[in-house]
């Protein structure tokens, strides 16, 4: 099942509780956390996690751009995050982190930039319950979706395959209604999607319209057979 988690990053900072009201449908509310050192942006902390989490009924899906995520990353756990993601190239111990964060009662996933292959981390994926794939160099919205990213989207679907492990593949970044069904039938089945949503006249319907277009291209998809 293709799921859509529009990220706030591209909503209205000052607006945060009506702009979730705006994606009424969505599976999850993806919330970019960026501390001006793993990517040269800045967004939120801990406490408007927090304040989402009593402002909106749709989990939330934390993608922590950060350094020393084996340090944050439970807080956002406690703050409410259903999911937690944290980037291997920024985690000192991330089978222990990954563990934690399950242990704490949230979705343990992990991220990967461009640059980075998935294939080091096989071992690791009985421990995850996602790997996010990033399909543009994190740290801004609304930036051109990366092609090159699709091998390694088909690669991460085929070892979770392999292992017969129930780990959902994210993609973020550049994810919209020209790109989404490359990444489902690639094997991505969570879609990331900023501009695309925020940027769209009602986006609600943007939701609807790019989980359609993901679910109808996995369809065809050799990696969904059986699925
Ligand atoms: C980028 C963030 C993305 C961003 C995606 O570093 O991780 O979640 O919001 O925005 P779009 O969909 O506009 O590329
Ligand atoms: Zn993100």
Redesign the pocket.
């Known amino acids: 099942m293709a799921q859509i988690n529009p990220?706030i990053?591209?909503a209205d900072f000052a607006r945060l509780a009506d702009e979730a009201r705006a994606v009424e449908g969505a599976d999850w509310l993806?919330v970019?956390v960026m501390d001006n050192h793993f990517?040269p942006n800045l967004t939120l902390g801990v406490p408007i996690v927090e304040s989402l989490r009593k402002a909106t009924g749709i989990p939330l899906d934390c993608?922590l751009?950060i350094e020393d995520p084996d340090r944050w990353a439970p807080q956002y756990v406690e703050a409410g995050a259903g999911s937690v993601t944290f980037h291997v190239e920024a985690a000192a111990a991330p089978v222990r982190l990954a563990r934690e964060i399950r242990a704490k009662g949230a979705r343990a996933s992990m991220a990967l930039k461009p640059a980075t292959p998935i294939e080091p981390y096989e071992d690791l994926l009985s421990e995850l319950d996602m790997v996010l794939i990033?399909t543009?160099e994190?740290?801004?919205?609304?930036?051109a979706f990366l092609d090159i990213m699709l091998p390694k989207i088909r690669r991460t679907r085929d070892l979770v395959a392999r292992h017969g492990l129930d780990v959902w593949v994210q993609v973020?970044?550049?994810?919209s209604a020209s790109t989404v069904e490359r990444c489902a039938e690639a094997g991505a089945d969570v879609f990331?999607?900023?501009?695309?949503v925020y940027g769209a006249e009602d986006p609600a319907a943007a939701v609807r319209g790019l989980r359609e277009q993901a679910a109808a291209a996995a369809k065809g998809a050799a990696w969904a057979c059986g699925h």
């Open positions: 990220s990053l591209s993806h970019d990517v993608h751009m990033m543009v994190p740290g801004f919205g609304g930036q973020d970044g550049g994810v990331v999607a900023g501009s695309a």
